[in-house]
């Protein structure tokens, strides 16, 4: 029997709040306008702590240093040392969703370790949520729970082992006869395959689709797209996420951060089309042809989406652009092959603005075409939740 980690999907409701924390997927459980400790913290912390106003007020224990700062979504704030050697510091008011920090100690960047920590930026962040009281559609409801696997094959072309996530919609292991679509769901610049999951929420998010009957259900693929070894990350000051190139390129990385590992859309389509496809067709009861397979991914993966599935239109039915740039009709060599292009981007991105407009463009030219523009968001997760939840009601419907 295929080995599985069941990572959150299998939850019952009555598991403790604090055991949800730590799952990555924290629940929803505090009302938006109540002060609470962030959902992520460890058992016991009491900070970060989310503010009845939507502020944040974060607490750092060290004594001897001379400069603490809390980098949230990789701008840096100065924190306040007090007589007790407590630095803290309350934000402005966050948008909803969730969001990335760090502390930057004498200007090491260091992981709060009252945190769980999460992949972003190219290293190791904490992370925190501010409550959205239409977020229910991520939440962990009492409904039937998909699978998340985590799973290893072997790429000729890398010449490695390969690290995969894989989400099986409610029913897999029992409907053993039926086969599903496929979505492989790209990551963004400085992140890997778990962050669609542990950030992203996916699972959840389909599972809740699927019960309410808004999704034909379909597995998903979640790997990174890097290959090959690491390149040296050259240092770069923090700039606010929201300022990201409409292109699609990653945000500038947080100064003392790793190497950032080798992408190159070549290599990936290479990976994928040699090896995963047909790995992913082998083990998995999938509908194993063009008309069944997805391809999407947020800012740097939108990138990656469009240029492999433009490149092969013969293997992707459907493309989806999350903060990722856009399509126009001459970029499509065979518009026959095109059952839907989706673009989406957050309000305050610069992008939303002619977000619609190029999905009018692609109708006009006879290309099924779809926009979407998440209110008060920017190069932000909130975005990206809210744009799969979009682009999944709309794949594999004809």
Known sequence: ??????????????????CLAQSGQASNVFNADTAHVSPYN????????????????FRFNAPNAQKVQVSIVNVPFDMVKGNDGVWTYTSEPQDKGYHNYWMIVDGVIVVDPATNAFM?????????????????????????????????????????WRHIFIYTPPEYEKNTSTRYPVLYLQHGGGEDERVWIEMGR??????????????????????????GPAMPMPPRTGTPVSDAPVTGAPPAAAPGAAPRPRFSTESYANVML?????????????????????????SMGGMYTKSITLAHLDKFA?????????IAPTEITDKSKVKLVFMSYGSREPGSNGVKNAADVLQQAGIKSASYVSPLTAHEWQSWRRSLREFAQLLFNN
Not at 209 to 227: H, R
Not at 274 to 298: C, K
């Open 42 to 57: 460890l058992s016991g912390a009491k900070y970060p702590r989310i503010e009845a106003d939507s502020r944040v007020t």
């Open 202 to 227: 996916t699972n959840l998010i389909l599972d809740n689709l699927i019960a309410e009957g808004k999704v034909k259900p379909f597995i998903v693929i979640m790997e990174t797209s890097a290959v």
């Open 274 to 298: 040699n090896d995963m496809i047909p790995w992913v067709d082998s083990n998995f009861r999938t509908l194993a042809d063009q008309a069944h397979r997805a391809m999407s991914g947020l």
């Open 1 to 18: 029997m295929k080995k599985s980690l069941l990572f959150l999907s299998l939850i019952v409701m009555s598991v403790s709040e604090a």
């Open 318 to 326: 459907y493309i989806g652009l999350f903060s990722g740039g856009s």
């Open 120 to 160: 972003g930026y190219g290293h190791m962040c904490n992370g925190f949520e501010i409550p959205d009281p239409d977020g229910s559609f991520y939440q962990i409801k009492d409904v039937p729970h998909g699978n998340v696997l985590i799973e290893n094959y072997y790429s000729k072309v890398a010449k490695s």
